[in-house]
């Protein structure tokens, strides 16, 4: 059984900032592309952002770009999400996947995705 763990997720004020965590040990981390996705309430799971397995490359949502960061730490088999300038509208719950695709603009919907976290929750007060 495989499955990520993330951490991180909280109660923040407009403009302020998160950072979030996952793990997955039971995975050999550099051999997987790895992403964020997000999902609130009565809306589809949707990618916020996406790091190849080599680092050559990332892709984020148009509504964050600039904002977050995606960043991982392969020796810690550890994926990594800075958050800031946050808006209301990024409340949601936040999930981590293994193994899709992280390339072009086929990297978003959670289909492809075999390993998926619980989730944290991140909320953003007006």
């Known amino acids: 059984q495989v499955q990520p763990v993330e951490s991180g997720g909280g109660l923040v004020q407009a403009g302020g900032s998160l950072g979030l965590s996952c793990t997955a040990s039971?995975?050999?981390?550099?051999?997987?592309?790895m992403a964020w996705f997000l999902q609130a309430p009565g809306k589809e799971r949707d990618g916020v952002s996406c790091?190849?397995?080599?680092?050559?490359?990332?892709y984020y949502a148009d509504s964050v770009r600039g904002r977050f960061t995606i960043a991982r730490d392969n020796a810690k088999n550890t994926l990594y999400l800075q958050m800031n300038s946050l808006k209301p509208e990024d409340t949601a719950m936040y999930y981590c996947?293994?193994?899709?695709?992280?390339?072009?603009?086929?990297?978003?919907?959670?289909?492809?995705?075999?390993?998926w976290g619980q989730g944290t929750q991140v909320t953003v007060s007006s």
């Open positions: 039971e995975l050999t981390f550099d051999d997987y592309n």
């Open positions: 790091i190849h397995w080599s680092v050559r490359s990332t």
């Open positions: 996947a293994a193994g899709g695709p992280c390339s072009g603009g086929k990297w978003s919907l959670p289909g492809p995705y075999p390993y």
